[in-house]
């Protein structure tokens, strides 16, 4: 007899499986790709070819990813042809990086990764991309695709058709490339997703989080523990998959040949952040994880957003108010709740200072103050939100200021706490006391990664002031969160935090649910984008979506007023 206590699982993470209606085709791409290791995997052969193969192999990766020079690509259009650029003309803006495909509405792109090309596709997958033929009575024949090799691969990229003599739709791009640019892109697509998975073995897939030293101990101490009961609940829930595992490799079904247990670590950054890239590398060197789930930072993210993106990690969800992507460069591998503070000063320049009717906004161009911290770090972060205030302030002729205390201007913008703002001050008109001041002054706290400060602040007269966030202080919004946690007997001082890591792990449980036995991180991270916005909300964020060239999940941002 089974203990109530075992059959109890993670109710929360259940649920969330069972949400998304993709799950068949999912299952048939992982079954397509399965089968390319069940057929000998053709890309293990051509990767015995030595230091030739694996230049050739590189030059198709260019090819693939649209960085190479010899790129040149039409998108019919009956008579006339549409130029492409190189980006989309890439293979990945379709196949995707994963090189699984991808669905657009009734568009399906299917997957062409681990040898799938050089083998034929059997009827059972080939039905679901395009249209079937049929006998004169109307009887529906399943096609089966022919093999590729290099000289019919060159003819589909060149001529649109396929070795069966099919004409490819009008979505796919017409390329003008040579031979030996066709055959160097198959030897890339026969080799990508046949590599290992790093983190992952027979029994266990790993996981990390991480933490620097900025973030209080508690603080850590409580986002790992939370992390660490989820995983005991999604292993204990999961206990019979062993037996079905073994089970799956006798038989064609690999529903459970992905099962794994999870791991967690916790990877600790201390001192400058300049050292955190070498911290990195020698956790990695002596645990490789299969991604970065959830963790903190305070004043900076970008040497671990680095790390990632080199190492082709992925990382879910850490909770930063200062994202490591650049502007315009998202990166691939990093994905975000928010932009933080940076994105909250953004569209604070872009929607309400620099609009004609701007609360707090006087009739003479007085300049906007960023209000700095007292110490280097906190100039750095003041300069940030000063660059991302810029264009702005110089569209309505202002200019933007940065200093440790205020001066008179009529508008701070700050990523400073509360209390520590209304301090400094009260503090410069006690000390300035017979000096004119504005009547008012209104001060914009950026929320970045948190919640509004709810403990009343005193702030000096003729002060007014505005949270913009990113996050609703509600706190029914943490109601579903707040269920799961007290169920398991948890009662976290930091409920935004813990709500914001239970949905990392929940997302992590969906995504990997749809990838096979191989763990490619590309097509986990290419689920996400699909799954995300199905998620029941059980954080402060009201609403997260993710797609492609996407990697920060919020996209709304308001102003909340404080009495």
């Given amino acids: 007899m089974r203990r109530p206590a075992v059959v109890k699982v993670a109710a929360l993470a259940a649920r969330v499986s069972r949400v998304v209606a993709v799950v068949a085709v999912a299952v ?3 079954a397509a790709f399965a089968g390319a290791a069940a057929a000998g995997q053709p890309g293990a052969a051509s990767a015995g070819r030595g230091e030739a193969g694996q230049a050739q192999a590189d030059d198709g990766r260019r090819l693939y990813e649209g960085t190479h020079p010899a790129l040149k690509a039409m998108l019919p259009r009956g008579a006339a042809s549409t130029p492409l650029p190189p980006q ?16 657009e509405g009734e568009a399906a792109v299917p997957p062409i990764a681990s040898g799938l090309l050089a083998r034929p596709f059997d009827p059972a997958t080939t039905r679901r991309y395009g249209p079937t033929a049929r006998t004169a009575g109307g009887t529906a024949l399943l096609r089966v695709r022919p093999a590729y090799d290099a000289a019919a691969l060159h003819r589909l990229l060149t001529e649109g058709r396929t070795p069966d003599d099919r004409d490819l739709g009008p979505l796919m791009p017409r390329y003008r490339l040579e031979p030996q640019h066709s055959a160097a892109l198959l030897e890339h697509l026969n080799r990508l997703g046949t590599a290992p998975t790093p983190g992952v073995d027979g029994e266990v897939v790993h996981f990390a989080t991480v933490t620097t030293d900025e973030v209080p101990a508690a603080q850590a101490q409580e986002l790992v523990q939370l992390l660490r009961e989820f995983f005991a609940r999604k292993n204990a829930q999961t206990r019979g998959e062993p037996q079905r595992r073994a089970a799956a490799q006798r038989t064609e079904h690999t529903m459970y040949a992905r099962y794994r247990r999870w791991e967690l670590h916790h990877w600790v950054l201390r001192g400058a952040p300049e050292t955190w890239a070498a911290q990195l590398r020698k956790s990695y060197a002596q645990r490789p994880v299969f991604a970065l789930l959830s963790g903190r ?25 200062w994202p490591g992507a650049a502007p315009g460069a998202p990166g691939f591998y990093s994905v975000y709740f928010s932009g933080g503070v940076p994105a909250q000063a953004r569209w604070l320049a872009e929607t309400v200072l620099a609009a004609a009717d701007a609360p707090g906004q006087p009739s003479s161009p007085s300049p906007w103050l960023v209000l700095a911290g007292e110490d280097d770090a906190g100039r750095q972060l003041a300069m940030q939100v000063s660059a991302e205030l810029g264009a702005a302030a110089r569209a309505v002729g202002r200019a933007v200021t940065m200093a440790p205390h205020w001066r008179g201007e009529p508008v701070i913008v700050t990523s400073l706490p509360a209390a520590e703002v209304a301090r400094r001050l009260a503090a410069q008109t006690t000390a300035a006391a017979a000096s004119p001041r504005p009547a008012t002054a209104t001060v914009y706290l950026l929320a970045g990664a948190g919640v509004p400060d709810a403990a009343p602040v005193a702030w000096p007269p003729g002060v007014r002031v505005h949270w913009v966030t990113q996050q609703d202080p509600q706190p029914g919004r943490l109601a579903r969160a707040r269920a799961w946690w007290r169920g398991q007997g948890l009662r976290p001082a930091d409920e935004a935090q813990a709500a914001q890591v239970l949905l990392a792990a929940t997302a992590a449980v969906e995504s990997l649910v749809h990838v096979d036995e191989r763990f490619s991180r590309e097509y986990c991270l290419e689920k996400l984008e699909h799954n995300l916005e199905n998620l029941p909300p059980m954080t402060g964020y009201p609403r997260l979506a993710l797609g492609p060239g996407q990697r920060l999940a919020a996209k709304s941002v308001w102003m909340l007023a404080v009495p």
């Fill in 28 to 30: 048939g791409l992982g």
């Fill in 88 to 103: 989309q003309a890439a293979c990945v803006t379709c196949h995707r990086p994963s090189g699984l495909g991808s669905f």
């Fill in 297 to 321: 930072g305070g004043s900076t993210w970008s040497p671990v957003h680095h790390f990632c993106e080199s190492e082709r990690l992925p990382c879910l969800f850490p909770i930063t108010p």
